[in-house]
């Protein structure tokens, strides 16, 4: 089993910037895709970013490519998304996500570990 720990979110203004972490404790070792997704009230959950364990074939929605930022930190067991230039349409609530990688990563569905998640709200 893992267990997957998000902080960082919070209250931001438009331009600004947010780090997001998640802590990933137990059968870490057995991970390979790591990733963060967000949800809005009555939208589906959608993919923010995806890296792999070794921390390549990172994968980006196109609205944050060239703002947000995903990386991993295997010694520390820990998920980053940093945030930076956010905009309005960037609130929703954030979740990191990881899998052993038998699928591609890019849908909720090859995921079977799930934090508690983290709201993120950006204000214009």
């Known amino acids: 089993q893992v267990q997957l720990v998000e902080s960082g979110g919070g209250l931001v203004q438009a331009g600004g910037s947010l780090r997001l972490s998640c802590a990933a404790s137990g059968r870490t070792q057995s991970l390979y895709w790591k990733a963060w997704f967000r949800q809005v009230p009555g939208h589906e959950r959608e993919l923010v970013a995806r890296?792999?364990?070794?921390?390549?074939?990172?994968y980006y929605r196109d609205s944050v490519k060239g703002r947000f930022t995903i990386s991993t930190d295997s010694a520390k067991n820990e998920i980053y998304l940093q945030m930076n230039s956010v905009k309005p349409d960037d609130t929703a609530f954030y979740l990191c996500a990881a899998d052993g990688g038998l699928h591609s990563g890019l849908t909720p569905g090859d995921y079977l570990y799930w934090g508690q998640g983290t709201q993120v709200t950006v204000s214009s």
């Open positions: 890296i792999n364990r070794n921390g390549e074939d990172a």
